[in-house]
């Protein structure tokens, strides 16, 4: 299967501050990647949908304004927490899809980001 | 909208027995269904999934599904558990209207007992 990437795979910052988690497809080119927040002991909830060279989708309930998603590149997508608090430490997971043959009806999955603020 | 149940939050299974980790769909149109699983903090693996063709579907690490349309059902199956089978089991279906999205059951906790 599609390798995917993410990092860091663990952060701690101070309350205030602006956190990027990158992630990147290693082996194929994916036009889409999403991203997803897991709590703990929890589903995987889907944020937004990423689309390369476009604006992403965000799910509703989600602020675009605080959650920057940039998806430049067909290998990148990176998300911003910006201005973060503590109520957005969580497990961030990333995932691919929409690639070339074979990739389309399955996602793959980065190993995730678990971001702790302080 | 397409949704998938897992009715069990965490399924005991002695080392050795075969294990069930049960999954339920509503889909409009024929469903796309996976099984994922996840390690203690870390990113969700592949294990199988249901697009057409047989109903017995075979997957990774011994694991198998079957895919019964009349109960709506994709229940997850392995005939002889292994103690590094205890994880977190995700069912999913692919919401095939909208940019490939995925939607996730709750999850189901697998603890195999030595």
């Known amino acids: 299967g599609a390798v995917v990437s993410q990092h860091p795979s663990w952060v701690i910052c101070k309350s205030g501050t602006s956190v990027k988690i990158e992630c990147r497809s290693l082996?194929?080119?994916?036009?889409?990647m999403f991203w997803y927040r897991q709590f703990p002991k929890q589903s995987l909830m889907l944020m937004a949908t990423?689309?390369?060279?476009?604006?992403?989708?965000?799910e509703q309930g989600v602020e675009k304004d605080k959650f920057l998603i940039n998806h430049a590149s067909l290998t990148l997508s990176t998300l911003t927490v910006t201005s973060a608090h503590p109520e957005d430490s969580s497990f961030y997971i990333c995932?691919?899809?929409?690639?070339?043959?074979?990739?389309?009806?399955?996602?793959?999955f980065g190993p995730g980001t678990r971001l702790t603020v302080l | 909208a397409q949704s998938v149940a897992q009715p069990e939050d965490q399924v005991n299974v002695a080392e050795g027995n075969p294990l069930t980790v049960k999954c339920t769909y509503s889909?409009?149109?024929?469903?796309?269904l996976f099984w994922y699983v996840q390690y203690p903090n870390r990113g969700l693996q592949f294990l199988l999934k249901?697009?057409?063709?047989?109903?017995l579907v075979k997957g990774s690490y011994g694991f198998e599904a079957e895919f019964n349309k009349s109960q709506t059902s994709f229940h997850l199956k392995k005939p002889s558990a292994l103690v590094s089978d205890s994880a977190l089991y995700f069912c999913?279906?692919?919401?095939?209207?909208?940019?490939?999205?995925?939607?996730f059951g709750k999850g189901t906790r697998l603890h195999i007992l030595p």
């Open positions: 995932s691919t899809g929409g690639g070339l043959a074979g990739y389309k009806d399955t996602q793959y």
């Open positions: 082996d194929f080119q994916a036009t889409t």
């Open positions: 990423s689309n390369e060279g476009s604006k992403a989708t965000y």
């Open positions: 889909v409009s149109g024929n469903p796309y």
């Open positions: 249901y697009i057409t063709g047989d109903n």
């Open positions: 999913a279906v692919r919401d095939r209207g909208r940019d490939d999205k995925i939607i």
